[in-house]
C-alpha cells in the first residue's frame, strides 16, 4: 500500500530543478512526492523534467493547493511528520524514522512558514553543518542526505547495491 512508504513533502518549491532533482531521487528509491502549491514554475516546465531525466514519468506525485488541504486528505499523525529547517532543535541524526513518515522541507529561499512549524518545534530537524561559511545546502541535497539518514535502518535488503 503507499501510504506505508516513505514521502517527500515539498512546500511552494521555488526551482524546477531542485524539484526534478529530488522526484528522480524518489524514484530512486521508491518513494512517493508530495508538491504543496504555490509552485515557483510550472510543473510542467522543461527544467523539471530535464533534472528528472526520463525519471520524471515514474515519480509517484501527489499535488495539494495548500497545507491545509494536504492536512485534510492525509491526515497524517503527528508523530509520522518530520520537519527540516535551518534552525531545527534537534540534528537529523537523532530519531528513528517509520517507513512512513513524512519528511517536509520548505521553499529554497525562506523555507517552512512559521505557522506550518507552529506547534512542531520538537518535530523540527536540521543537517549539521561544520563550516561557519554556509548557511544553508541546496533543498535537492538537503533533501537527498536526509532520506537516506531516514532510509538507513531500511538498507540492510532490498537494495540493488
Known sequence: MADDRMKVVLVAPEIPGNTGTIGRSCVALDLDLILIKPYGFSIDDKAVRRAGLDYWQHVRLSEYDSWATFMAARQ???????????????????????????????????????????????????????????????????????????????????CRR
Do not use: C, W
Open 76 to 158: 497524517p499523525r503527528r508523530e509520522k511528520l518530520f520537519f527540516f529547517e535551518e534552525h531545527g532543535a534537534r540534528s537529523v541524526y537523532d530519531p528513528d524514522y517509520p517507513t512512513d513518515s513524512y519528511l517536509v522541507f520548505g521553499r529554497e529561499t525562506k523555507g517552512l512558514p512559521p505557522d506550518i512549524l507552529a506547534g512542531h518545534e520538537d518535530r523540527t530537524f536540521h543537517l549539521p553543518m561544520r563550516s561557519p561559511h554556509i548557511r544553508s545546502l541546496n533543498l535537492a541535497n538537503a533533501a537527498t542526505a536526509v532520506v537516506y539518514q531516514a532510509l538507513r535502518a531500511q538498507f540492510t535488503g532490498g
